[in-house]
Each structure stands twice: as C-alpha cells, then as structure tokens.
C-alpha cells in the first residue's frame, strides 16, 4: 500500500489483494460504513485506488466515468487528511467529490468545513440491512408470502441440496451465472451487465483470499441458484451477488433464506445482513423492501462549491 509523503498529489496506487489485511484494520475500527467499503467490492468494482496518508486509508475511485474519494478511513481528526484530498483534486484538475458519507461522516464534514460543501444523498444508494434473526425464519404475517415461495419450491424440487461454495462446484455456479448474463445481455446489450459480471467473475477466482463465503443451491446436480458475502463490520455480513436460474420459481426466495441461516449458524456475532442498495430500480427497490429491512445505511455524496456542483 503507497505512503503518500507529496504535499498536493497523493501518491495512490491501484489495490490490491496484498491491501486486504491492512485495510480490514481499518474498516474493523469504523462504527458505520455502506457495502461500497468492503474490501471485496472495493477490489472487485471499477479502478480503485489507495494509499496511507496522515494515519488515515485515502481512496481515489474511477466509476462510472468519475473520480471520486470516498471519505477516508481511520481514527482521528479529518481535517489534515480531508485537506489533503482536496489538494490532490486540484492538483489533478478534477471536482472534488467525497462519497460514501454516513451521517457522522457528513456532519464532520460540515463541521470542518462550513459553507464549503454541499450534499446530495440519494436514496437509490443507501443499504437495505435486515436483522438475520429476520430473514434466517421469516416468522409472522409479515413473511406469509416468503414462507408460500419456499414452501412451493420445496414441493417443486423436494431433493434439493444446499453446499457451500468451494473448489469442487466454483466452476458450475460459474457456468450458471455465465448463462445467466449471457440472456441478460442479448434482451440489452447496452445494461451495466458488462461491469457486474467482470466482478462477479473475480470473485468466483479469488473468493478464497477475499474471505468470500458462498452457497450453491442445486437440484439433481444443476446449479438453481448462488449467493456471495464477505463480513462488512463486527456485527453485519454483506451480500455481494446473488443469481438464480431464470424460470426457477422461489429460487431467490429460498437462497436467501438459506445463505441467513448458514451464516447466523457460522458466525453467532452477525446480527445482520447487509443486501447493498436498490440503485434506484424499481423492481429492485420492491423486491429489498418486501423483506423489510431493519434499518437503512444512508448515504451522501459532497461536492467543493467552488468547484462547480454538478451531478
């Protein structure tokens, strides 16, 4: 990982899997961040870049044809670190945009700099977080459809087998999901599939250093369904990916329900499940609130004033 040591331009470097364990002890030290500062989306999504910089990690992201900074991690005041992004930004000739600002991030960054900023947040963009107690036994009228789906599935496919991911099915629930994208991109050609699936298939190749944890869901030995996590905080587990085979009906439904239980049964401290943001889909925003979420992530993005605000 770079030590900056300019005074204007930070000097980043693309991450790496060699970050991870350095950068986990930092994120591990932060009372509240979304999924877009787990390190297996970090490494997996878009160009990411990062270094060490006034004992803060400083983040400096390509995406979606911006540059971004998402608020820097680490204990401590902000003010030297934040200075120092701003620096880079003009050195650089680019807007300052800091992302990913939780509540307390956004209210440091109005403290520190007053009339400075000014914040667009986004709902398309906050996490759906759902207790695993929750959705581990969809119990009460609240859940009556979710039980109907897995029940109906259950009559569907009664020999139906749940397995970890592991080498031995890692290139079948590859193929699956290949499938998957492959309908998906010929009904449009032109959707964000492209990106996802380039990070769905990182993640399939190195799911063991990434401390991603998986399950496949199968039915006489065809892949129906497969789910991706990594842990976010102490307490809450992400859910990167999930596919299902189309046509197969209650897949989702019972993969989810699947993945809660092995998860609280494997680690008893997750108390939740981080599901990632609706990103402002419809249909997805319907589907995340249909499992009724314990409480959202709300996320802000800051724009300098001076430099122009733009979207």
Same mark, same amino acid.
């Given at each position: 990982?770079?030590?900056?040591t300019?005074?204007?331009?930070?000097?980043?470097?693309?991450?790496?899997?060699?970050?991870?364990?350095?950068?986990?002890?930092?994120?591990?030290?932060?009372?509240?961040?979304? +999924?877009?500062?787990?390190?297996?989306?970090?490494y997996?999504w878009?160009?990411?870049?990062?270094?060490?910089?006034? %004992? /803060?990690?400083?983040?400096?992201?390509?995406?979606?044809?911006?540059?971004?900074?998402?608020?820097?991690?680490?204990?401590?005041? @902000? #003010?030297?670190?934040?200075?120092?992004?701003? $620096?880079?930004?003009?050195?650089?000739?680019?807007?300052?945009?800091?992302? %990913?600002?939780? @509540?307390?991030?956004?209210e440091t960054?109005?403290?520190?700099?007053?009339? #400075?900023?000014?914040?667009? +947040?986004?709902?398309?963009?906050?996490?759906y977080?759902?207790?695993?107690d929750?959705? $581990?036994?969809?119990?009460?009228? #609240?859940? /009556?459809?979710?039980?109907?789906?897995?029940?109906?599935?259950? =009559?569907?496919?009664?020999?139906?087998?749940?397995e $970890?991911?592991?080498?031995?099915?890692?290139k =079948?629930?590859?193929e699956?999901?290949?499938?998957?994208?492959?309908?998906?991109?010929?009904?449009?050609?032109?959707?964000?599939? !492209?990106?996802?699936?380039a990070?769905?298939?990182?993640?399939?190749?190195?799911y063991t250093?990434?401390?991603?944890?998986?399950l496949v869901?199968?039915?006489?030995?065809?892949?129906l369904?497969?789910?991706?996590?990594?842990?976010?905080? /102490?307490d809450?587990?992400?859910?990167h990916?999930?596919?299902?085979?189309?046509?197969?009906?209650?897949?989702?439904?019972?993969?989810?329900?699947?993945?809660?239980?092995?998860?609280?049964?494997?680690?008893?401290?997750?108390?939740?499940?981080?599901?990632?943001?609706? &990103?402002?889909?419809?249909?997805l925003?319907?589907?995340k609130?249909?499992?009724?979420? !314990?409480? &959202?992530?709300?996320k802000?993005? $800051?724009?300098?004033?001076?430099?122009?605000?733009?979207?």
């Amino acid at each position: 990982m770079a030590v900056s040591t300019t005074q204007t331009k930070i000097d980043f470097k693309p991450v790496s899997l060699n970050d991870k364990a350095v950068y986990d002890d930092y994120l591990a030290k932060e009372r509240s961040r979304g +999924c877009e500062f787990s390190f297996a989306n970090l490494y997996l999504w878009g160009r990411q870049n990062i270094a060490l910089l006034h %004992g /803060h990690i400083v983040l400096f992201s390509q995406f979606d044809r911006r540059s971004i900074y998402p608020f820097p991690l680490g204990q401590g005041g @902000k #003010k030297e670190v934040i200075d120092s992004i701003i $620096a880079d930004s003009k050195e650089r000739g680019i807007p300052c945009r800091i992302t %990913g600002l939780c @509540k307390e991030a956004k209210e440091t960054l109005e403290q520190l700099y007053p009339n #400075k900023f000014r914040f667009h +947040c986004d709902e398309g963009s906050f996490d759906y977080v759902y207790s695993i107690d929750d959705l $581990a036994e969809l119990k009460g009228q #609240k859940y /009556h459809a979710k039980r109907n789906h897995i029940n109906k599935f259950k =009559e569907t496919y009664p020999n139906y087998t749940v397995e $970890a991911l592991s080498e031995d099915n890692v290139k =079948e629930a590859k193929e699956m999901c290949e499938d998957w994208y492959k309908t998906k991109l010929e009904e449009n050609p032109n959707s964000d599939f !492209h990106m996802e699936k380039a990070a769905l298939s990182k993640a399939f190749r190195d799911y063991t250093v990434l401390s991603l944890e998986g399950l496949v869901l199968k039915n006489n030995g065809e892949v129906l369904a497969i789910t991706l996590g990594s842990r976010l905080a /102490h307490d809450t587990f992400d859910v990167h990916f999930e596919k299902a085979k189309s046509g197969v009906n209650g897949a989702y439904a019972v993969i989810n329900y699947e993945f809660a239980n092995y998860i609280r049964g494997k680690y008893p401290d997750i108390k939740y499940l981080d599901r990632e943001e609706d &990103m402002g889909l419809e249909g997805l925003r319907k589907a995340k609130q249909s499992y009724k979420p !314990h409480h &959202m992530v709300e996320k802000c993005w $800051a724009c300098l004033l001076e430099d122009g605000y733009d979207y």
